[in-house]
């Protein structure tokens, strides 16, 4: 009797490392689990900071210059007329600029932001100021497109404010001279129509980026660029359809 009690005690006693192992793995899984865990939410967290980044990335035009032979084609004074360049129609508020006058603060603009510049009009006999605010990087913007396009400013502001503006973003470089304002629209359904056949006979040659694509309902064969979807981050596809429409005939 004796020695099977001590045989019994030696069974427990190699018994307990087996058991004390299973302990050991079992907490050791819930440690790589729950690292596993932590791991994935940093690394989720780091895809979600790299979509908020690429989303308001700024994507730069190199300035690479044109050779001598495309240039001459490309000449306003070019008697050749073999290549001229396309016409890039820009609406004011809310595509290159937005603005709001005193005692009005749209939702859009976060109270307290800094204007970019101010201008004083008179309307109806009563001085108005506005602040505007310019749309990040639109003087390189504006820099950039005037070496691929004849720019056109086509608003259905008033004059007295529009003419305004466009100085502002001008800024003496001569890119903006062509403009168009509320006088050159018409009223329909509540809404002003821009008539592009006012700018060019062709319509081929005129490219538009306006944030109303209703001010052209009158002209049903103008459609939005395929490029462009506001859910992709990246702007390479906007990058991509502003240089092949440069010289597309």
Same mark, same amino acid.
């Given at each position: ?11 427990? &006693? ?6 004390? @192992? ?16 932590? $791991? ?17 990335? *700024? ?19 070019? $008697? ?8 890039? *129609?820009? #609406? ?9 006058? #005193? ?6 603009? /976060?109270?307290?932001? +800094? ?8 309307? #109806? &006999?009563? +001085? ?9 990087? *639109? ?28 100085? /502002? ?12 304002? &509320? ?10 129509? /821009? ?22 309902? /009158? @002209? +049903? ?19 991509? @359809? ?8």
């Amino acid at each position: 009797m004796r020695r099977q009690t001590s045989t019994s005690s030696s069974d427990r &006693r190699i018994g307990q490392p087996s058991s004390y @192992f299973r302990s050991m793995m079992s907490v050791i899984t819930a440690v790589l689990v729950a690292l596993g865990t932590i $791991l994935n939410f940093i690394v989720q967290g780091f895809k979600r900071m790299h979509r908020g980044y690429a989303k308001y990335q *700024v994507i730069k035009y190199h300035r690479v210059p044109c050779s001598p032979l495309t240039a001459h084609r490309l000449s306003n004074n070019s $008697l050749s007329g073999i290549m001229r360049k396309k016409i890039l *129609v820009l #609406d004011l508020d809310e595509t290159l600029i937005h603005s709001h006058h #005193d005692g009005v603060i749209r939702p859009m603009v /976060k109270p307290g932001t +800094p204007s970019d510049f101010t201008i004083k009009v008179v309307i #109806d &006999r009563h +001085p108005v100021r506005f602040s505007v605010h310019a749309r990040p990087h *639109v003087d390189y913007f504006l820099s950039i497109v005037s070496e691929w396009f004849d720019l056109v400013v086509f608003t259905a502001s008033m004059e007295v404010y529009g003419t305004h503006v466009a100085d /502002k973003l001008d800024n003496g470089r001569g890119i903006l001279n062509r403009r168009y304002f &509320r006088q050159h629209c018409t009223m329909d359904y509540g809404g002003y129509t /821009k008539d592009l056949s006012a700018i060019h006979q062709d319509l081929s040659s005129i490219f538009i980026l306006d944030n109303s694509p209703g001010a052209y309902r /009158k @002209f +049903p064969r103008v459609f939005g660029s395929t490029f462009y979807n506001k859910f992709v981050a990246s702007a390479r596809y906007i990058d991509t @359809f502003m240089s092949s429409k440069r010289f597309e005939v």
